[in-house]
């Protein structure tokens, strides 16, 4: 028992650079940016009572919004500009743990109206919450630069809040699967589920009836490849993350986990399907939100090796027509 306890703590007291957590803060608040362009000329509609000018009645004013003064649009128009500004200092990584708490409040009280925002209203509370939670301004931030004079020093952080951004992600993966019961989704029935939504006018961006009717069995594939997407990834990708960490220890499980690209698989299919969902269906900024966890998958070091290999390639690319040309006027001197 000591020795799992032991191994409990030392999970939880590892430290990292924070590059993923700095991505994810920045993904999170361009999100917002997005949401904010659709909502601020739709308040009326969303957030207001028809009483100061809106166009819904709304039951029961809750917690924040009665302190406030209700539902009017004095109140809603003063939420979404503090919204617009702690979005702004999340974005720069100015005091971002603040930014997210206050933004969230300020989400929690427009929310408590009963819009329909669904599934991307609670994800993005659970992101600003875990913002809250991570020091995320240790890098690529404002805040770094003034401190250290970089954009991107190699500040250490403690890993565990980018562990929880994970386990919400899988969460969300997780419970989005179970919810999939009906014989329109598993694998025993006729997975017409995709095929269905991308033809329902509530959800579909593009009206292509028959281009869908064409390529029915690839809808069908879609559905089951999303199906087993939803159930067993999130599985798969714990024990690979779990085993990629413990990569030094011996079992024949843990070294075909380390030997196949299970992670890397899980980002493609996940990434596709997000991508795929965002351009062919109205959910508004869903799929980009669970998008901004991505980043989290990653161990800083590796983020950091691909900026490195990235920002060479294009100084590579920039560089080489000027030496190409410097050697052309070598040979012509020659």
């Known amino acids: 028992m000591s020795a799992l306890w032991k191994a409990w703590v030392a999970l939880w007291s590892k430290q990292e650079t924070a590059e993923p957590v700095a991505l994810f803060r920045i993904a999170v608040g361009l999100c917002i940016v997005m949401m904010l362009v659709h909502d601020i000329p739709n308040r009326g509609f969303i957030w207001v009572e028809h009483t100061d000018g809106g166009y819904r009645t709304i039951l029961k004013t809750k917690r924040m919004m009665a302190l406030l003064g209700g539902h009017t649009f004095t109140v809603v128009n003063g939420l979404l500009a503090t919204i617009v500004v702690t979005t702004i200092t999340l974005i720069l990584g100015v005091f971002p743990r603040l930014s997210a708490l206050i933004s969230l409040q300020c989400h929690l009280a427009l929310a408590s109206s009963g819009q329909p925002g669904g599934g991307q209203d609670q994800l993005l509370h659970n992101a600003l919450w875990l913002l809250v939670l991570a020091r995320s301004d240790a890098t690529l931030s404002l805040t770094a630069r003034l401190r250290t004079k970089q954009w991107r020093p190699a500040v250490m952080v403690s890993s565990w809040p980018r562990y929880l951004i994970i386990f919400q992600l899988l969460l969300l993966y997780q419970a989005a699967g179970y919810y999939k019961v009906s014989t329109h989704w598993h694998p025993g029935g006729d997975l017409?589920?995709?095929?269905?939504?991308?033809?329902?006018?509530?959800?579909?961006?593009?009206?292509?009836?028959?281009?869908?009717?064409m390529l029915f069995p690839l809808t069908q594939v879609a559905t089951l490849v999303s199906w087993l997407f939803e159930n067993l990834g999130p599985v798969l990708l714990l024990l690979a993350l779990c085993f990629r960490s413990t990569r030094t220890r011996s079992g024949r499980l843990r070294a075909a986990f380390n030997r196949l690209p299970v992670r890397n698989g899980f980002v493609l299919v996940g990434l596709s399907m997000h991508l795929g969902i965002w351009l062919m269906m109205e959910v508004g900024v869903y799929s980009p939100l669970a998008m901004a966890f991505y980043p989290c998958l990653f161990h800083p070091d590796e983020l950091r090796a691909a900026g490195k290999r990235w920002l060479g390639s294009r100084h590579s690319s920039v560089s080489s027509p000027c030496q190409a040309e410097d050697a052309e006027t070598s040979h012509t001197a020659g």
Do not use: Q
Request: aromatic share 28%.
């Open 192 to 213: 017409r589920a995709l095929y269905y939504a991308l033809n329902t006018p509530i959800w579909n961006r593009w009206d292509f009836m028959t281009l869908w009717g």
